[in-house]
C-alpha cells in the first residue's frame, strides 16, 4: 500500500507547492542539506562502514568468515527459513487481501486489524507467545514432547515466528491494488465464461503482480532479517539454529567484529538489492496504474448528461 | 422468445432496484432499455446476465428458466459501461479470452479473432493494449470479445455513454448495421431518448425501477402511456389551466373542460408538432411573436411568445419554415391541434384531444 498510495499523494503535494509560494533560496538549500547530511550520517555511511569493516582484514579472512561450517549453517538455515515463509506468506496473504478487497462479511474489520497486528507486537513478544504455547511449559507443550515433536528451540519455532512477523507484507501490499482492480474485469470474465479459478489466475493475479512481487521481496528481506522474535524461540544452538542474524550477534558478543561484519555485509547486499527491485516494482505499479487511469478517464470525461432538449413548461411572463 | 422477464423485483437492502418487471425480447430484436439514471436499467441487464440474483420473479432465455444458471453458463455475451477490457492482455488476447476458455483450438481461435477484427474495424490493432486505444477503439473490443464466443444474447450498458458526442453518431448507425448483419438479439441501455428512438426495434422505458412503457419508437412517442413518458420522450409543452365554468383557460389559450369546477387547475400537455402556424394574421385564433429560432438538423424549433406572455414551443420542417417565410420577431396566428389532459406522473394518461374551434367553446356561455 506505502508505494501505491503515498507516492501518487507526494506527486501531488509537489506539484501544489510549485505553484503555491516559492521559497527563498537560502531556505530550500538549508532543507536539503540538513535532509541530505542526515541521511548520510545516519543511512549511508553505517552501510558503508558495514562493508568496510567486514573487508578490514581482507578478501582472505572475508572468505574464510564466511565459508566457516558455523557460518554456512546460518546463511543455509536462514535460506530454508525464507523458501518455507515467503511462499506460505504468499497464500495467505492473496487469500486475506482477495476476501477483504472482494467481499463484505461479517468480522472483515476484525481480519483487517489482525493483520496488522505482528506490525504493532514487539518482536519479543511475539517470539515468547509461541514459546508459552509451544515450550515445554506450554499449553501444549506435554503433548509434543509425548510426541517427540519439537518446535521451540528448533527450525520450526523459528519457522512459524517468521511466518507470524512476516504475515503483513503480502496482505497489506495486495489489498490496495486488489481494491483498485475494477472488479467489473473479473465479472467480464465470468460472462465470457471463465471459472472462479480460471478469473483468478488470468484476470486478478496478472493485474496486481507488481505489487505481489513488491510484498514479496519485502517480505523475505525481513523473513531473512527478523531478529527479536526468532531469537527468543531459537534457542541459539551453534550450527543448528542460528540464522544470519543470530550468527551475527554471537560473533559480535564474541568480540569477532570482522567475522561479524562479513556476514552482516551479507544482510546488507541483501538490502540493497530489495530497495533497488522495490523501486523498480513501484515504478512500473505506478506506471500500470496510471495507465489504467488514463483509460478510464476518456470514460469519466464523456459521462456527463448528453444534451436532451430540455423540456419547457410554458411560462408566463405577466399576468 | 429470446429473453422473458416475468414478474422481476431487486432489492438491494432497502432499495427497490426494480419493481415487478415483466417483458420480453424476440428473437433478433434490438432493444433499448431507456430511463433516467439510477432507473435500474443495469440491474435489469445484470440480472439477465446472472450476475445479480432477482429477489423475486423469473428469467427465461430462449424458454428456458436460467435463475438458477450461472453466469458462465448463460452465454450471453455483456459490454460494461466502462468496458472493462483486460488491462494486461493486447487486443487479440481480450478477444480470445471467451474462446480459450472454452477450449477452442489455436487456429480457430485466430480465425474468429481475425474475423472479428475485420468486421469492427480493427485490423492492424490486434498487438496494442488497451490503454492504448481511443475510446471508440475500446468500445468496439469490448464488442469483439463478447461477440467473440457466439452468444445468444448481446447486451450493452450504455455503449455509447463513454465516446464524445461526434462519434456517437457514427457508432449508433454502426450499431444498427452490425446488428443487421448480425442478426444477434442484443439490449442496450441508455439513458438519453434520441438515441433510444433512433437505434432501437422497441423501447422499454423505466423510471425509479418501474416499468413504465414498452414499445415502438413510434408507439412511445405517439402513444405515451402516463405523463411520465409523455415528458420523457419528445419535447412537450405543459400549461396550467385553471377552469371556468367548463373552459380551461392559461393566458388566452381556451380548451374544453367538461366535468371539471370551477376554481379547479388541469395540466395538459401537447407536442411542439401540434403548434399550428399561419403567416395570415387571420387564419388561426391566437396571435404570437416568433422569439427564436434553434436549427436542429433538418427540423426547426421555435419559441413563440402569445399576447399574454405565455412561451411555447414549436417544431417544423426547414421547408415549412421557409414557406411560412418566418423570421424572429415576426408576428403569427396559431392553434393547438392536439392536447392531452395530464394526470399525475405514473397514471395512466388520457385520450388525445383534439381542441375545438375558438369560437364554439363558447357555445351556450351567454346563456
Ligand atoms: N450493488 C448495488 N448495491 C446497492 N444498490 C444498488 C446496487 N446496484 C444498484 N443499486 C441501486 O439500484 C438503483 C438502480 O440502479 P441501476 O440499475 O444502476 O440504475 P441505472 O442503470 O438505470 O442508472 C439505484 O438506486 C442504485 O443506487
Ligand atoms: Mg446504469
Known sequence: ?319 | MSIELKSVSKQFGEVAAVNNVTFSVNEGELLALLGPSGGGKTTVLRMIAGLEVPTEGDIYIRGQRVNDIKVQKRNIGFVFQNYALFQNMNVFKNIAFGLKIKKWKSADIKARVRELLELLGLEGLDKRYPHQLSGGQRQRVAIARALAPKPSVLLLDEPFGAVDAKIRQELREWLVRLHHDLNVTTLFVTHDQEEAMEVSNRIVIFSRGNLEQIGTPRDVYEQPANEFVARFIGVMNVLELEVFKNVGRAGELQFPAPGYADGERIRIGFRPFSVQISSDLNQFPYQAVVRQTYFLGVMLRLELELESGLLLRSRMSKEEYANLALYDGKKVSLQIRNYRILSREHEPLGPELTAPEKSSLFVGEGI
Not at chain 1, 548520510?40 to 579472512?61: C, D, E, M, R, Y
Not at chain 1, 492473496?94 to 476484525?110: C, E, H, N, Q, V
Not at chain 1, 497486528?117 to 501444549?140: C, I, K, N, R
Not at chain 1, 476518456?298 to 423540456?311: I, L, V
Open chain 1, 1 to 319: 500500500m506505502a508505494g501505491y498510495v503515498k507516492r501518487s499523494r507526494q506527486t501531488n503535494g509537489h506539484t501544489a507547492s510549485k505553484g503555491g509560494t516559492e521559497e527563498s533560496p537560502f531556505f530550500k538549500w538549508l532543507l536539503i542539506t540538513v535532509a541530505l547530511l542526515f541521511s548520510i550520517l545516519f543511512l549511508l555511511l553505517p552501510l558503508v562502514n558495514v562493508f568496510a569493516q567486514a573487508l578490514s582484514k581482507g578478501w582472505q579472512a572475508y572468505w574464510t568468515a564466511l565459508s566457516e561450517p558455523d557460518a554456512w549453517a546460518a546463511i543455509k538455515l536462514t535460506l530454508l527459513v525464507a523458501a518455507i515463509t515467503v511462499p506460505l506468506n504468499v497464500v495467505f496473504g492473496l487469500a486475506a487481501a482477495w476476501a477483504i478487497a472482494k467481499f463484505d462479511f461479517r468480522g472483515k474489520s476484525l481480519l483487517n486489524t489482525l493483520i496488522d497486528l505482528p506490525f504493532s507486537v514487539s518482536p519479543v513478544v511475539a517470539g515468547l507467545m509461541y514459546v508459552l504455547l509451544f515450550g515445554l511449559q506450554g499449553y501444549f507443550g506435554r503433548w509434543l514432547a509425548d510426541h517427540e515433536i519439537k518446535i521451540i528451540f528448533a527450525v520450526p519455532g523459528i519457522v512459524i515466528a517468521t511466518i507470524f512477523i512476516t504475515f503483513p507484507f503480502v496482505a497489506r501490499e495486495l489489498i490496495p491494488v486488489m481494491q483498485a482492480t475494477r472488479s467489473e474485469q473479473e465479472q467480464a470474465a465470468l460472462t465470457l465464461g471463465a471459472t472462479g479459478w480460471q478469473t483468478f489466475w488470468r484476470v486478478t493475479l496478472p493485474s496486481v503482480k507488481w505489487g505481489l512481487l513488491y510484498g514479496i521481496i519485502l517480505c523475505n528481506a525481513r523473513a531473512m532479517g527478523e531478529f527479536g522474535a526468532v531469537s527468543v524461540v531459537s534457542g541459539h544452538i551453534t550450527g543448528q539454529t542460528d540464522t544470519m542474524p543470530l550468527r551475527i550477534e554471537k560473533l559480535y558478543q564474541e568480540y569477532n567484529a570482522a567475522a561479524a561484519f562479513a556476514i552482516a555485509s551479507l544482510l546488507a547486499l541483501l538490502a540493497l538489492l530489495t530497495l533497488g527491485i522495490k523501486t523498480f516494482l513501484e515504478w512500473k505499479q505506478e506506471r500500470d496504474y496510471e495507465r489504467a487511469q488514463r483509460a478510464a478517464e476518456s470514460y469519466e470525461d464523456s459521462t456527463a448528461p448528453t444534451s436532451r432538449e430540455p423540456e419547457i413548461t410554458a411560462v408566463r411572463s405577466q399576468p
